[in-house]
């Protein structure tokens, strides 16, 4: 038994160092294996921080943009605005400016058409006032002169209508304030109150705007 024994015993000293070394070295290895485990958890922890970084970072940066957006936009929509109204003005501008260039070469012979309706009156009052009997072949020069102031009277008045100037001879129409004149107003049997029964001076329209309103004598009830 006690050879046994000590066949055992020698046995087993080669190998306690060994067991020894390996007690003293496995402290460290569980350290540097914990150390590891805990840079890689950092590492994911920085990882995971960074991650969340740059999740808000981009999404402040959109919000920047779109307000950024929304301002450049708001501004795109105040200038076109201002752009259309610009151009509403111009086109107004343009058609009063246009319209006044019309007016202003209808109308422009207005003052002269004026002066010439008084040398249409006394044309007219002259051939009115030739005897129409004495108009006859035995009286050659008051014929002639009369012939002349009614060919002169024919041809001032397809002048007059040429630019646009027209008579008013409104027997039997009814009274308007915007190209008859009431001189007087009489009660006459036969004719409808309210219309011209006389017609004292002619009047006249330049291009449908009344340049001189007739005299007239308006009917009134008896």
Known sequence: MA??????RGALRPRLPLLS???RTSPRLLCAATQQKNTGQNLEEDQSQSQN?????PSSAE???AEEKAKLEEQLKEVTEKYKRALADAENVRQRSQKLVEEAKLYGIQSFCKDLLEVADILEKATES???EEIKDENPHLKSLYEG????????QKVFKKHGLLRLN???AKFDPYEHEALFHAPVEGQEPGTIALVSKIGYKLHGRTL???LVGVVKDA
Do not use: D, S
Request: charged share 20%; proline share 9%.
């Open 170 to 172: 409104p027997v039997g």
């Open 212 to 214: 001189r309103p007739a």
């Open 21 to 23: 070394v390996a007690l």
């Open 130 to 132: 030739v005897p129409k």
């Open 63 to 65: 919000k920047l943009l």
């Open 149 to 156: 102031l009614v060919m002169t009277e024919i041809q001032i």
């Open 53 to 57: 970084e740059q999740k808000v970072e």
């Open 3 to 8: 050879a046994v024994a000590q066949c055992v």
